[in-house]
T-cell receptor
Framework: GDSVTQMEGPVTLSEEAFLTINCTYT??????LFWYVQYPGEGLQLLLK?????DKGSNKGFEATYRKETTSFHLEKGSVQVSDSAVYFC???????????FGTGTRLTIIP | DTAVSQTPKYLVTQMGNDKSIKCEQN?????MYWYKQDSKKFLKIMFS???????INETVPNRFSPKSPDKAHLNLHINSLELGDSAVYFC?????????????FGAGSRLTVL
């Protein structure tokens, strides 16, 4: 079945550091890929998505590129802020399947 | 205007009790979901309804029973609560965006079973 693997956390960085959170997937066909973010005490919010190979999703300075050859969708940000502290989830959905399959989440803490 | 709202936000109860969590969405979406998030933040789908019809039913004990009176509401009833049911339960609804199924989540209902 479909699955998502993302890097284990927690990740702690200083403000303005470069961020990468790795995500790889296993799926049949051509899934859509997502990053969701969960701020403390809140539900998940869509951060960005990509629906086909080589698409780049971007939002709030975050980017991720759909790489079919490496089955990856790594999340990057050039300069993180304290307000980026949250749990980040990589996810996929496959054609004809209504559900999202999530990775285990990566907790990110940014220190001033 | 809250897009996906769930009540209650917190629920503390004893083992063996029965409890319900309600969810409503005002986005006009056709599909709604219940997800369970455990203490390690792992998210697992439980159920999905499309226009009041059950379309996803993952391996969930029979003690959990979803009900969708209309496409804007999806409630979750849990019988004979057990310690392992303690978790945060998220309701979500979805629509297609650029061909992808995009979910909007509620703020969660934290259930604690003592």
């Amino acid at each position: 079945g479909d699955s998502v693997t993302q890097m284990e956390g927690p990740v702690t960085l200083s403000e303005e550091a470069f961020l990468t959170i790795n995500c790889t997937y296993t799926a049949t066909g051509y899934p859509s890929l997502f990053w969701y973010v969960q701020y403390p005490g809140e539900g998940l919010q869509l951060l960005l998505k990509a629906t086909k190979a080589d698409d780049k999703g971007s939002n709030k300075g975050f980017e991720a590129t759909y790489r079919k050859e490496t089955t990856s969708f790594h999340l990057e940000k050039g300069s993180v802020q304290v307000s980026d502290s949250a749990v980040y989830f990589c996810a996929l959905s496959n054609f004809g399947n209504e559900k999202l399959t999530f990775g285990t989440g990566t907790r990110l803490t940014i220190i001033p | 205007d809250t897009a996906v709202s769930q009540t209650p936000k917190y629920l503390v109860t004893q083992m063996g009790n029965d409890k319900s969590i309600k969810c409503e969405q005002n986005l006009g979406h056709d599909t709604m979901y219940w997800y369970k998030q455990d203490s390690k933040k792992f998210l697992k789908i439980m159920f999905s309804y499309n226009n009041k019809e059950l379309i996803i039913n993952e391996t969930v004990p029979n003690r959990f029973s979803p009900k969708s009176p209309d496409k804007a509401h999806l409630n979750l009833h849990i019988n004979s609560l057990e310690l392992g049911d303690s978790a945060v339960y998220f309701c979500a609804s979805s629509t297609k965006s650029s061909g992808a199924n995009v979910l909007t989540f509620g703020a969660g209902s934290r259930l604690t079973v003592l």
